[in-house]
């Protein structure tokens, strides 16, 4: 186990170096991200009330497009040079590979949501009171969307037809998640407690633990020959 | 510096399937430390799928693999620790510079000092004044230095070279057989897949030859 996590935090290591040198994924995500939310708000804000209906759904598809992108492309660095074969040729366990590159990639992402949750709450007129709650469901959904992307994202470096592979896989597969994350935000925006929505949390949860054994015990037979 | 932790590789009667290709039919190899075996055949003879098995990135559909007295399924992982591959991608981060790639893989393998191993390395390869830079402005040359390095990280028992002067110009493929010459005189198996004639002809000590997926020369 201890090896494990070695590895895991060498590899998250390597994507947080190469990605604060280059920021290439955050700011390229951020700014499409922050694209989706402006456009948005000037096609479908017409009052406070639709707003809270509204502002929910620009949220999570601004969350997941950025979500896709950023596994996309923190996956296409290891395409580079053959970089990933170097990864797999070291003794690390094929799952610190896995456990690292997640870890990234909810950083990455979650850089992206420090800047998107704001601007939501501010071109939607949102109430600042559900922005904490909401925080902890975009957390939550983050963790297993990125979860899957990263198990799957695996298979992007070893087809051609990468994007394609990467979207018909994990979109079906966080679909669940995504409508439990939406329907939970739209609630919390029109005033419902925490304690009224812990159902999805739960299901959040339940959802990103299923992602995380997952991978554990899938990755190394998804990258096998 | 990791010791040789094996003196011998050997297949056994290797099958690699592809879906309904036969990659390799039943291969009989072995290698031996202290020597460079040259391993040849045209496009599609099996080499590559060979050095995949022998670098574990795949598995055989049949037969037997052993690295000494370590068999390559069960003991995989202490295996990896002491294989050395170059080939023609670097396998190394563009954006990062050559030190800090090297000092990652050395990291990796759990070399106690990576820091001080990647100086060594960079020191008997000549990597000073360009080694800081990210890998992404290395000219061929530079990045073969630079994944000769990472290849020798370990100090591996087993160097897997696959076309590795592909690019390179006289002086680099100099180097590399300098450095192919040293690592078996440290002792260490060395399995080399190459269509250069004149790289084989000056390092290499034995042929194997593969046809259609078999041995037709050993």
Redesign the interface.
């Given at each position: 186990m201890k090896e494990l996590w070695r590895?895991a935090r060498?590899v998250a290591a390597?994507d947080l170096?190469?990605e604060a040198?280059?920021k290439e994924i955050t700011v390229t995500t951020a700014f499409f991200a922050v694209l989706v939310v402006v456009l948005s708000s000037l096609a479908f804000y017409l009052d406070r009330n639709t707003a809270k209906s509204i502002a929910p759904g620009v949220l999570w598809v601004a969350v997941v497009f950025a979500g896709i992108t950023s596994v996309t492309r923190s996956w296409g660095?290891e395409r580079?040079?053959?970089?990933l074969?170097?990864?797999?040729?070291?003794?690390?366990?094929r799952a610190s590979i896995y456990f690292g590159k997640l870890f990234g990639n909810l950083v990455f992402l979650l850089a992206v949501e420090v800047v998107l949750v704001p601007l939501v709450a501010l071109l939607f007129h949102l109430e600042l009171e559900p922005l904490l709650p909401t925080s902890v469901l975009l957390l939550l959904g983050s963790f297993g969307f990125v979860s899957a992307g990263t198990l799957f994202g695996a298979l992007s470096v070893q087809t051609r037809a990468r994007d394609l592979v990467l979207s018909i896989v994990v979109f079906p597969l966080v679909t669940p998640a995504l409508l439990g994350g939406v329907v939970a935000t739209r609630e919390l925006f029109a005033g419902a407690p925490l304690s009224e929505v812990l159902g999805w949390v739960q299901i959040l949860a339940a959802f990103d633990l299923v992602f995380l054994g997952a991978g554990y015990l899938l990755f190394d037979a998804l990258l096998?020959? | 510096m990791s010791a040789l932790a094996f003196d011998r590789v050997h297949g056994e009667r290797l099958v690699k399937l592809y879906g309904r290709t036969r990659a390799l039919a039943g291969v009989d190899v072995a290698f031996a430390a202290g020597e460079v075996t040259v391993v040849e055949g045209p496009n599609g003879s099996g080499k590559s799928t060979l050095l995949h098995l022998l670098a574990l990135t795949a598995k055989p559909t049949d037969g037997v693999l052993r690295f000494g007295k370590l068999d390559a399924t069960k003991d995989a992982r202490a295996i990896r620790r002491h294989l050395g591959v170059l080939a023609h991608a670097s396998m190394l981060y563009p954006d990062l510079s050559g030190r800090e790639n090297v000092r990652l893989y050395a990291a990796l393998f759990g070399v106690s000092d990576p820091k001080a191993r990647a100086d060594a390395l960079f020191d008997r390869f000549g990597i000073g004044p360009f080694g800081d830079r990210p890998v992404r402005t290395y000219s061929r040359g530079q990045l073969q230095r630079v994944a000769l390095a990472r290849a020798l990280v370990a100090d591996p028992t087993l160097l897997l070279l696959d076309e590795p002067s592909t690019g390179l110009d006289v002086a680099g493929v100099e180097r590399l057989v300098e450095v192919v010459k040293a690592e078996r005189d440290r002792g260490a198996i060395v399995v080399l897949v190459t269509h250069d004639g004149e790289l084989s002809g000056k390092v290499g000590d034995r042929r194997v030859a593969l046809r259609n997926g078999k041995v037709v020369e050993a």
């Open positions: 590895g060498l390597k170096r190469i040198r280059t660095r580079e040079e053959d970089a074969r170097g990864l797999l040729l070291s003794p690390i366990p096998s020959d | -």
